[in-house]
């Protein structure tokens, strides 16, 4: 199945007051950045072909991966000069990069690259800097079984405020942690059909209008994750997936604890 990354926004706010044209994708998570973390999660479970739409900062996105380093993150043999990989990362992926606008909203960046998806049925996507473990064959098995015209993962509210109950005189009624309320939010990772597309306008959103509409005809059904879900819209945000990277602490690396999708290698 294929999968619709969108990787072109500007990521203000992992900027840091700097004015570096790194897009928010290539933020680095360890060794490798967010993009990577994303892909190797899709590729665990047999999601090999991507499609990467592309705006802001491009140009980081392609050179990362025309200049592939597969020894940063495989074990590998050096002899006599020559390098023997004992498994590789990406050797069989198939990445399609499409420049979809600088300023493209996620709708826009996804219409846009609807004739690389053949017509196929379902596919998956994502917002290329959520980190999650998700079950995503449940997910998409579950979907496949509805009819329905799009799947989002939802997630329990990640806000650390509180909300307060006030009565007409002004006196609290109570105090609620925000993550303790009834409530979901968009949790980033889609199933979606062809369908949706009818419901996305020229320079429209994937969720306000595509999901949005398909809602209202009772067509968009999510999948609650209670799991491991780490958004990294700020700088701290990404610092905190860096330093549990660092300590071993990395629940979205379902390939490490599942060494079914390394492909060994005998030469480079």
Same mark, same amino acid.
């Given at each position: 199945?294929?999968?619709?990354?969108?990787?072109?926004?500007?990521? &203000?706010?992992?900027? $840091?007051?700097?004015?570096?044209?790194?897009?928010?994708?290539?933020?680095?998570?360890?060794?490798?950045?967010?993009?990577? =973390?994303?892909?190797?999660?899709?590729?665990?479970?047999? %999601?090999?072909?991507?499609? #990467?739409?592309?705006?802001?900062?491009? %140009? %980081?996105?392609? !050179?990362?991966? +025309? $200049?592939?380093?597969?020894?940063?993150? $495989?074990?590998?043999? +050096?002899? $006599?000069?020559?390098?023997?990989?004992?498994?590789?990362?990406?050797?069989?992926?198939?990445?399609?990069?499409?420049?979809?606008?600088?300023?493209?909203?996620?709708? @826009?960046?996804?219409?846009?690259?609807?004739?690389? +998806?053949?017509?196929?049925?379902?596919?998956?996507?994502?917002?290329?800097?959520? #980190?999650?473990?998700?079950?995503?064959?449940?997910?998409? !098995? /579950?979907?496949?079984?509805? !009819?329905?015209?799009?799947?989002?993962?939802?997630?329990?509210?990640?806000?650390?405020? =509180?909300?307060?109950? #006030?009565?007409? !005189?002004?006196?609290?009624?109570?105090?609620?942690?925000?993550?303790? &309320?009834?409530?979901?939010?968009?949790?980033?990772?889609?199933?979606?059909?062809? @369908?949706?597309?009818?419901?996305?306008?020229?320079?429209?959103?994937? *969720?306000?209008?595509?999901?949005?509409? +398909?809602?209202?005809?009772?067509? #968009?059904?999510? =999948?609650?994750?209670?799991?491991?879900?780490?958004?990294?819209?700020?700088?701290? @945000?990404?610092?905190?997936?860096?330093?549990?990277?660092?300590?071993?602490?990395?629940?979205?690396? *379902?390939? @490490? =604890?599942?060494? /079914?999708?390394? *492909?060994? *290698?005998?030469?480079?």
């Amino acid at each position: 199945m294929k999968v619709v990354l969108f990787c072109g926004g500007y990521g &203000l706010r992992m900027r $840091n007051g700097t004015s570096d044209d790194v897009p928010k994708p290539m933020a680095m998570v360890g060794p490798r950045p967010l993009i990577w =973390h994303v892909m190797r999660y899709y590729a665990h479970f047999g %999601h090999t072909d991507f499609i #990467l739409c592309l705006g802001y900062g491009a %140009h %980081h996105i392609k !050179d990362f991966f +025309l $200049n592939y380093e597969e020894t940063t993150s $495989n074990d590998f043999v +050096l002899s $006599n000069g020559r390098t023997e990989l004992l498994s590789t990362d990406i050797a069989s992926w198939r990445i399609t990069f499409v420049q979809t606008g600088i300023e493209s909203p996620i709708g @826009e960046r996804l219409r846009r690259v609807r004739h690389h +998806l053949d017509g196929d049925e379902m596919f998956l996507a994502n917002y290329a800097d959520v #980190l999650s473990d998700a079950p995503l064959p449940e997910m998409i !098995d /579950r979907f496949s079984r509805r !009819d329905a015209g799009a799947s989002m993962m939802v997630v329990p509210p990640q806000s650390s405020f =509180h909300c307060v109950d #006030l009565g007409e !005189d002004g006196l609290v009624g109570g105090i609620t942690p925000v993550s303790e &309320l009834p409530l979901w939010e968009n949790g980033g990772y889609f199933v979606l059909r062809q @369908e949706v597309f009818d419901h996305i306008p020229e320079n429209g959103d994937l *969720v306000a209008d595509g999901c949005a509409g +398909l809602a209202k005809e009772g067509r #968009l059904v999510a =999948h609650q994750h209670r799991g491991f879900w780490k958004p990294t819209d700020t700088v701290k @945000e990404r610092a905190v997936l860096d330093a549990s990277y660092a300590r071993g602490d990395r629940p979205w690396a *379902v390939w @490490e =604890h599942d060494s /079914r999708d390394a *492909v060994p *290698v005998r030469t480079a």
